[in-house]
């Protein structure tokens, strides 16, 4: 295996701490090492051993409604969508007590308000000195329409259309006011200097948005925007306005696909290949011998119960397949108004794989379609190694099967492999989300437009 200097020189491994109540695995919540993550507490703990392990950020996810669709099956999982702390919320106080990992917190375009969403997401970069990002998600979940006065899930080109413009109200209202536009002079009196405020006046199909907004410019100029879906409308946002993406590949070359796809569209954009980290989802499970790895797995999977299984696959699949033969294949799949690339994700697996029902809820129970990795810290570091100088990824999302030890196994043994290959930092070089991952500060768009204009 090559070492990053020989094929990506200079760069090195970006890494997400994703929380998830009691850990990712789907049955985490009953093992008996799992935090109950209803506290303060445990999200604090969690924060601070990514941010001493040098973590780029943690990520939160976020669903606005409980999923009850199927109520045996939803009261055996703690992964509802109820958690004590809407993300923002959490995020605020986590900056409180940490000092360099970024802050990535989920918010939909489907149920959101863009004015709401900018003023919050530019809050939270103030409090946390440029830390904030906002992961952009479209919402699917027939459930959670319920609760936004629809009577049905929005279609999924309407979401994206929606979330299209909803980014761009959101990008406008940040560059509200120049970096300078609050001399705060005393002796003059002038405390705002209106030349410098911007009025974004945006009139589309979904937004009438006036604006400017009523927060100072934020210090990163726009938290980083982060973007989850890896289907066709949702490659093409991201090409457009994602900095980070969250996805989910299990093989190498679809790793690499996926890579050089939404990397090559970005040049239409007016963009380059490092304005964009590709960062999917991985659920490492680490021993100290792959026998140990395999056991922490196999106690896992024991605690998985059937109903919980047919609940997973409904919300991954969007199709209820109980009263199906847990061993029989795979039926012919309904079009559905579910995530189109999981869905697609999922499928493949259970084709590819020969899996029958069972063993295909069995398969996604820890990573929900992301990328599992079972054995040793060498084993792991290898694979992760092989997907980033491959150019299958920038970096990783790692989903701790079990919090807290999950996040602490692969903190006091996975890193310190991958720091001896140089593929981790061992400092943070910035003070900022955007100058740990590399990536540049937004120029204000209507400071460009008139520069331009001048020009």
């Known amino acids: 295996m090559g070492r990053p200097g020989e094929f990506r020189p200079g760069e090195r491994i970006r890494l997400g701490a994703f929380h998830y109540i009691s850990g990712h695995h789907i049955a985490a919540w009953r093992h008996p090492a799992a ?3 209803d506290r303060l507490e445990d999200y604090v703990r969690f924060a601070q051993a990514a941010e001493a392990a040098r973590f780029d950020a943690v990520f939160l996810a976020d669903s606005v409604n ?3 669709l199927h109520p045996d099956g939803a009261a055996r999982k703690a992964h509802t969508g109820i958690t004590p702390f809407e993300p923002l919320t959490i995020l605020s106080a986590l900056a409180a007590v940490t000092s360099r990992i970024g802050l990535i917190g989920t918010a939909s375009t489907t149920f959101s308000d863009p004015f709401n969403l900018a003023r919050q997401f530019a809050s939270l970069d103030h409090i946390s000195g440029g830390r904030a990002g906002w992961n952009l998600v479209t919402s ?3 459930e959670a329409a319920l609760n936004f006065g629809h009577a049905a899930p929005v279609p999924h080109a309407r979401r994206y259309e929606r979330a299209e413009e909803f980014a761009d109200v959101v990008r406008g209202l940040w560059d509200s006011f ?9 002796e003059s009196g002038v405390y705002l200097d209106l030349e410098k405020m911007h009025v974004l006046d945006h009139e589309g199909a979904h937004f009438r948005v006036r604006g400017p907004l009523n927060v100072p410019r934020p ?3 726009h938290p980083v925007i982060v973007q989850a879906g890896s289907s066709e409308p949702g490659r093409e946002l991201a090409a457009r306005t994602a900095e980070v993406i969250f996805t989910a590949q299990q093989t190498l070359a679809e790793a690499q696909a996926f890579y050089a796809d939404v990397k090559g569209r970005l040049a239409r954009y007016g963009r380059a290949a490092e304005d964009l980290k590709i960062m999917p989802g991985v659920f490492p499970v680490v021993g100290r011998t792959r026998a140990e790895a395999q056991a922490k797995f196999d106690e896992l999977q024991a605690l998985l119960q059937p109903e919980v299984g047919f609940e997973l696959l409904r919300v991954q699949l969007g199709v209820d397949l109980r009263g199906s033969d847990p ?6 799949l309904p079009p559905t108004l579910a995530s189109q690339s999981r869905q697609a994700l999922v499928a493949e697996l259970a084709r590819r794989e020969n899996l029958s029902i069972r063993q295909l809820y069995e398969r996604i129970a820890g990573a929900r379609g992301h990328w599992q990795l079972v054995g040793t810290a060498a084993d792991i570091a290898d694979q992760l190694e092989e997907r980033f100088v491959s150019y299958g990824a920038d970096g990783f ?3 701790a099967p079990v919090l807290p030890g999950g996040l602490i196994d692969f903190i006091e043994l996975v890193l310190p492999e991958l720091r001896r290959r140089g593929l981790f930092r061992t400092e943070y070089e910035g003070q900022t989300l955007r100058e740990n991952l590399g990536l540049k500060r937004p120029e204000n768009q209507f400071v460009r437009s008139r520069r331009q204009a001048a020009e």
């Open 140 to 142: 699917n979940d027939p």
């Open 178 to 186: 120049g970096d300078d536009a609050f001399p705060r002079d005393r």
């Open 219 to 221: 210090p990163q100029g």
């Open 35 to 37: 935090a109950r993550d």
């Open 327 to 332: 061993d029989g294949p795979l039926p012919e």
């Open 397 to 399: 999302n790692v989903m």
């Open 66 to 68: 409980v999923r009850l």
